[in-house]
């Protein structure tokens, strides 16, 4: 019966013109402000999910690394009985340490990762080859795959990879002499490939076979920089996790493809929650309309409140049938702002409509993901607000004291 009232309010004609413009601008402000945030939220959790698939191709599921110092050591009984264990369903070794890349007079600072044959079955970097391939080569005739940032910074030609060039080493049997020539191992190696994944990964990362690089770096036989690990993504993740802590012991660290880019991915949510936050103050400001448009109504239908509460209605009856229509206004809004929200990001879904430009981004237009989540949230905030907005000339209402004239 309340919301009958309520509606009946928003359609019919008013003495007075004003009531239904500021009635329909309330309903369009809270229709573009929610529109907005659902696209804004969509658009967040695009880039969200390209950059988790990024950092996926380029992160296994869970890394070992030494608790202390920057080597660990794994025999093959322990990488057996890892490698056993329920879920696990590959496992990587890998060396890595910082080297110096020199290509004629072009030198660049760069992190040499050393990676077995199976870097391929628990991440995915071959997939980002844009030049040359995915070739590492021997202990003896090293090939190495680069960012695309280091190929820049130092002229390789991956493509044809006529010229060698020279990777420096720490030589770890020689620390004291560091800072000279010296404390370095060099190399000649063949540019073989280049990567694009991420500009932090294409400017930092070199790969080449893990034998050299434990060679170079003088390693024993059972010693590695890390172990990456891949999980059966259908069984419980934590519970692998602790099976492999309770079996290696506090000495080697574990941490998710998340807890390796905590600082990232919190990043990433703290944007998109401030954003909310920002676009809920504009919301709250819209809503001010609906306060002035209810004033304006509760001014208007004096007679009809007298007439209710002559026939029994009480003060709290009242205040329901406009707090209701503060509601329905709101609930218009936001359903005119979900559907044109949607239609929006249905679009650049399917035809990309928007682009990206520069030319320096893995794809050309704004990545959409639409959430259930979010209208969840974005609805639920509407009502929370148009509450609130409509409380104040609502409780109004239901305190007038009219009387009817005879």
Known sequence: ??????????????????????????????????????????????????????????????????????????????????????????????????????????????????????????????????????????????????????????????????????????????????????GMNSFSVTPAGTFMVQEDFDNKYLFTNLGFVKYMLDMGADEYSSCEVRFDSTLNEKAIIKHIQLLLGDKYMLQTRYQQNQSLYTAMQIEKWVIYGVTCLILMVAAFNIIGALTMLVLEKQKDIAVLKAIGATDGTIQSIFLSEGILLSVIGGAIGIATATIICLLQINFHLITLTGGTFLIDYYPVKLMWSDYVIVFLTVLVIAVLAAWVPARKAGKELLALKS
Do not use: C
Request: aromatic share 8%; proline share 2%.
């Open 1 to 182: 019966m309340k919301l009958l009232f309520a509606w009946r309010y928003f359609k019919s004609e008013k003495s007075v013109n004003a009531i239904n413009i500021i009635s329909w601008i309330s309903v369009l402000a809270i229709a573009v402000v929610v529109a907005a945030l659902i696209i804004v939220f969509s658009v967040f959790n695009g880039f969200e999910d390209l950059v988790k698939s990024l950092y996926a191709d380029f992160y296994a599921d869970l890394s070992i690394t030494p608790t202390l110092g920057k080597t660990l050591t794994l025999t093959q009984k322990q990488l057996n009985q890892l490698q056993n264990i329920k879920g696990v369903v590959n496992i990587s070794l890998a060396a890595e340490e910082k080297a110096v890349l020199v290509n004629g007079d072009y030198q660049s600072v760069v992190t040499v990762r050393g990676v077995d044959d199976a870097l391929n079955k628990v991440s995915n970097i071959s997939g980002h080859i844009m030049r040359g391939s995915y070739a590492l080569g021997t202990s003896e005739k090293p090939s190495i795959v680069v960012g695309v940032g280091i190929e820049n910074a130092v002229g390789l030609d991956v493509e044809k990879g006529l010229y060698p060039a020279t990777l420096y080493m720490p030589n770890r049997n020689n620390s004291q002499h560091l800072g000279s020539i010296d």
